[in-house]
């Protein structure tokens, strides 16, 4: 694994439905990060499809050998693709899920397990959750993938370290809600609070993927970032407008903060395991 890592965060306005126009929206973004000579490009949540589906889940549903995708495969063998999608399994189940291509092949995919039905959100009425949280080996280092909702889960991020990840990518359809004192959406507030903390408590790197745009009046603040391990913001897109991020992270820093910060080595598995089965097993009594 080299030493440092040459990363493109597209942050798009994904159109809504339309595979197609989407698809040639990533063309032109990847032959960018190839320019920049990227070795990863991360897009958002649903980057091919757009967020607010609902119904029309079922027409945009792709099986992953799907040749619609023959392209990005083909763009592969240049440079490692992250993309989201809806993915229509063996079994006719439809998931919300973000997998990478690299040199023409499926190296990681995850199924997003934590799935918003609430307020705005009716993810479990067209998805199926995805049932497991791992980290992947993979030519350019061993990465753990998360969807959006995952993120507010912090056990998520736990697994993933402790599973062997340096870099945490987290691709988000993140709307903007309330207002804070500074003007700044809420939630805004809170998302980078959460990815700030994410990447102290697991000692990686966190690279958040974020779109933009509007659907059904309901506006995507974008702000995608990429964390250090110690909960600095390293480089930051701005809100509410497409931008290609193009950084590099030094991943001798990570060897050098989860030396000096023992927090995945402390951890207490047994305990963990104990508490676990104790509340499972309370709440299965109500």
Same mark, same amino acid.
């Given at each position: ?35 920049? =000579? ?216 990570? =060897? ?31």
């Amino acid at each position: 694994m080299a030493e440092t890592l040459k990363l493109t965060i597209a942050q798009q306005n994904c159109v809504l439905g339309e595979l197609e126009k989407n698809l040639e929206k990533h063309y032109q973004a990847i032959e960018e990060a190839i320019e920049h =000579k990227s070795k990863l490009i991360v897009f958002p949540e649903l980057s091919l499809t757009g967020y607010f589906l609902r119904d029309a889940v079922v027409e945009v549903a792709l099986h992953i050998d799907d040749a619609k995708l023959n392209h990005l495969r083909d763009l592969s063998q240049h440079i490692a693709i992250d993309v989201g999608l809806v993915e229509l399994s063996d079994k006719y189940e439809f998931f919300n899920t973000q997998v990478i291509f690299y040199q023409g092949e499926l190296i990681a995919r995850h199924r997003k397990v934590y799935l918003p039905t609430y307020s705005l959100f009716e993810e479990k009425r067209y998805f199926s959750s995805g049932t497991r949280i791992r980290a992947f080996d993979t030519p350019i280092g061993k990465l753990g993938l998360l969807i959006c909702e995952d993120m507010w889960h912090p056990t998520s991020g736990l697994i993933l370290a402790h599973d062997g990840a340096s870099i945490i990518i987290v691709s988000a359809a993140g709307v903007a809600r309330g207002v804070s004192e500074d003007d700044k959406p809420q939630n805004v507030r809170v998302w980078e609070t959460l990815n700030r903390s994410m990447a102290v408590f697991t000692t990686s790197f966190i690279v958040f993927a974020n779109r933009v745009g509007v659907e059904d009046g309901v506006p995507f603040w974008g702000g995608s970032e990429i964390i250090h391990p110690s909960g600095k913001s390293l480089i930051q897109a701005p809100y509410f407008k497409e931008f290609n991020l193009h950084s590099e992270i030094d991943l001798l820093e990570l =060897k050098h903060a989860r030396v000096n910060t023992q927090l995945l080595k402390e951890e207490n598995f047994d305990l963990l395991l104990y508490e676990f089965k104790r509340i499972a097993e309370q709440n299965r009594q109500y």
